[in-house]
């Protein structure tokens, strides 16, 4: 999987399916049936509580060694994947978003939920930023091998810079290597776990009642962009999808602005 240059938390994850497959009848997965694994897969959902995206990814993990390890493609046709239960996605508005921003504790805070707002990048592309990623000029942030391993640019505001700077007051110098540091060891970036605890309690002490986690921003920068009249071909390249099709979910949240009545037979010459 290295070699192939999938994502390292890919490569964690997988790891982890068969290591849990092999703990749970301390043999190789190639040595178990295709009634063990599935009876597996009963036991991870029903006694461990494991949801149904968790163990699509234990599936993943097993169907890419049989397939791609050790070759046994009858148990790569025998074990289904399970339907995943799709969630409403959540949309903060703008009060709610306001309200999430002013109970940052401190400017890294308001500057990591404010980023991921403003920029729609994904966790692990912002905690990957550093200050030589920013374009001044253009007001642009080039995000290097992201999702994909695809380099692509997004765009911040104004207000954004100035959160930016503040951030660098409150430091009192500017970050050498990640912009993000951890509180620990500034020469490291903050983890992706901090994120997520500080945004969770954040939404604690806001007293937000919607489901909210990081990627949440991501989620309404969206809707607010084409809420705002942005184009969704744009949206797709800013989010960095590879299908449009992922870019489209988010046309069932927006509201789209009424541009003017036009004419198609006038507009002829």
């Known amino acids: 999987m290295q070699v192939a240059n999938s994502a390292y938390a890919t490569r964690c994850n997988y790891l982890r399916g068969l290591k849990s497959l092999i703990l749970h009848y301390q043999k190789l997965p190639e040595e178990c049936t295709a009634d063990e694994v599935k009876s597996y897969l009963v036991h991870e959902r029903d006694k461990c509580n494991l949801s149904s995206s968790t163990i699509n990814l234990r599936v993943c993990s097993l169907k890419y060694y049989y397939?791609?390890?050790?070759?046994?493609?009858?148990?790569?046709?025998?074990?289904?994947?399970?339907?995943?239960?799709?969630?409403?996605?959540?949309?903060?508005?703008?009060?709610?978003?306001?309200?999430?921003?002013?109970?940052?504790?401190?400017?890294r805070q308001k500057l990591?939920?404010?980023?991921?707002?403003?920029?729609?990048?994904?966790?692990?592309?912002?905690?990957?930023?550093?200050?030589?990623?920013?374009?001044?000029?253009?007001?642009?942030?080039?995000?290097?091998?992201?999702?994909?391993?695809?380099?692509?640019v997004v765009y911040y505001g104004k207000r954004l810079r100035m959160v930016l700077t503040q951030y660098c007051k409150y430091l009192g110098y500017l970050?050498?290597?990640?912009?993000?540091?951890?509180?620990?060891?500034?020469?490291?970036?903050?983890?992706?776990?901090?994120?997520?605890?500080?945004?969770?309690?954040a939404v604690k002490r806001s007293g937000l009642k919607k489901r909210i986690h990081p990627h949440t921003l991501r989620h309404s920068f969206a809707v607010h962009?084409?809420?705002?009249?942005?184009?969704?071909?744009?949206?797709?390249?800013?989010?960095?999808?590879?299908?449009?099709?992922?870019?489209?979910?988010?046309?069932?949240?927006?509201?789209?602005?009424l541009g003017k009545q036009i004419s198609v037979l006038d507009a002829m010459p």
């Open 67 to 107: 397939r791609n390890v050790v070759n046994r493609l009858d148990l790569v046709v025998k074990i289904p994947n399970p339907r995943i239960q799709k969630y409403n996605t959540e949309i903060l508005t703008s009060e709610e978003l306001k309200k999430l921003f002013r109970c940052s504790r401190d400017m």
């Open 112 to 152: 990591i939920m404010t980023a991921l707002f403003d920029t729609g990048m994904r966790v692990r592309e912002l905690l990957r930023i550093r200050l030589s990623d920013f374009d001044k000029q253009h007001q642009s942030i080039t995000i290097r091998n992201g999702k994909g391993q695809k380099t692509r």
């Open 225 to 257: 962009y084409l809420n705002e009249g942005g184009s969704i071909f744009t949206l797709q390249r800013l989010l960095g999808h590879h299908n449009i099709t992922t870019t489209l979910h988010y046309l069932k949240y927006a509201s789209l602005p």
């Open 175 to 201: 970050p050498k290597d990640f912009l993000i540091e951890s509180y620990k060891d500034s020469s490291r970036a903050l983890t992706l776990r901090g994120v997520q605890f500080i945004v969770k309690e």
